[in-house]
C-alpha cells in the first residue's frame, strides 16, 4: 500500500476565488450558501493551505459564476505571478 500524495497547497486557487467572491460583492458566507456548502470549505479554500476536492470547487465556481475553465485560468495566472 502506498502512502497517500501529501496535500499540495494551492495560493493561486485560493487568490482566483477570494478575487472573484470580492468581484461580486460577497462575503465567504454570501458564496457559501451559493455553492451549497460549508462556510468552513470555503474559509479553507480561501487559506490556500488544502487541496479541494474537484466537486466542491466545481460548487465554488457555479457559486461564483464562472465555468471551471475561467476559474482555473485565473487561478494560473495568479499562481505565476506570486512570489514563490
Known amino acids: 500500500m502506498t502512502d497517500p500524495l501529501p496535500c499540495e497547497p494551492q495560493k493561486g486557487l485560493a487568490r482566483a476565488v477570494k478575487a ?3 468581484r461580486e460583492k460577497l462575503d465567504q458566507t454570501a458564496l457559501a450558501e451559493r455553492a451549497g456548502l460549508p462556510l468552513s470549505a ?5 487559506s490556500g493551505e488544502t487541496d479541494p476536492a474537484w466537486g466542491d470547487m466545481r460548487l465554488v465556481a457555479a457559486g461564483l459564476g464562472v465555468s471551471m475553465e ?3 485560468e485565473l487561478a494560473e495566472e495568479l ?6
Do not use: D, G, Q, Y
Open 20 to 22: 472573484l467572491r470580492e
Open 42 to 46: 470555503i474559509a479553507e479554500i480561501e
Open 70 to 72: 475561467a476559474l482555473a
Open 79 to 84: 499562481e505565476e505571478a506570486s512570489p514563490p
